[in-house]
């Protein structure tokens, strides 16, 4: 019997969109110094052949794509990284329909966090006053692994006392939500929204056991339905 509902941060407890728009401005700002007539448009098709191939790290992905020179990429890297946490700290927005859900399920199920944000996560659900509806709030900082390494998935589910054939991964990417959660024996879950909307599975086990196009379409009746699977 299912008991437990781990949400990924990005894309399911965060909405990421201006966050992946910012992005893009910066990393193609980072190419153009070494590319000048690289575009945003050129950005977001890399990142369509990036989600197409599976690539855990897309935006070192793309840096590298254009600057092959060892130096000239790790000092890409550095800006991008230091970027990154500035336009992080600056977009956390919680997705449409997340407190309704919360509301919903934590009558019902444990719902714990399975994502790869930090304290920063913590701290702003708690501003928001949605820290209480968390039975667990594991983050990433508690770990020295991470997605999509299986013995992340099983560390948390460790420490949070849960077992996987009673839990539930709610994710919005295949090869980092979906793939290792199933290897480890959990349900599956796929929100389809973000950059990774149209990432596509690639074989029968990697398809998830439920996909929707919005958190707030999971109903109580479909987590029952997991039972059965």
């Not at 966090?113 to 983050?139: C, H, T, V, W």
């Not at 879950?189 to 909307?197: M, N, P, T």
């Amino acid at each position: 019997m299912l008991k437990n509902i781990f949400l990924d941060a990005g894309g399911i407890i965060l909405n990421e969109n201006n966050f992946e728009n910012n992005m893009a401005r910066i990393i193609t700002g980072i190419i153009q110094k070494y590319h000048r007539d690289y575009s945003i448009i050129d950005y977001w098709n890399d990142t369509k052949e990036a989600i197409y191939r599976f690539v855990p790290r897309v935006y070192d992905y793309i840096l590298y794509k254009y600057i092959k020179d060892r130096e000239n990429f790790r000092e890409s890297k550095i800006q991008k990284n230091n970027e990154e946490n500035k336009n992080l700290k600056n977009n956390f927005e919680l997705t449409d329909g997340l407190k309704n859900f919360l509301m919903n399920f934590a009558e019902h199920y444990k719902i714990g966090i399975l994502g790869q944000y930090g304290k920063a996560l913590r701290d702003f659900l708690e501003k928001e006053n949605i820290l209480p509806f968390f039975s667990f709030s594991e983050i990433q900082d508690d770990y020295n692994v991470t997605k999509p390494d299986p013995r992340y998935f099983e560390a948390i589910l460790k420490n949070c006392n849960c077992n996987a054939n009673e839990s539930v991964m709610v994710g919005d990417r295949i090869d980092k939500d979906i793939i290792p959660a199933k290897l480890i024996g959990m349900r599956t879950i796929r929100v389809r929204v973000g950059l990774h909307k149209n990432q596509k599975p690639r074989t029968l086990d990697e398809i998830p056991d439920l996909t929707v196009e919005n958190i707030k379409d999971i109903k109580l009746e479909d987590m029952k339905a997991l039972d059965n699977i």
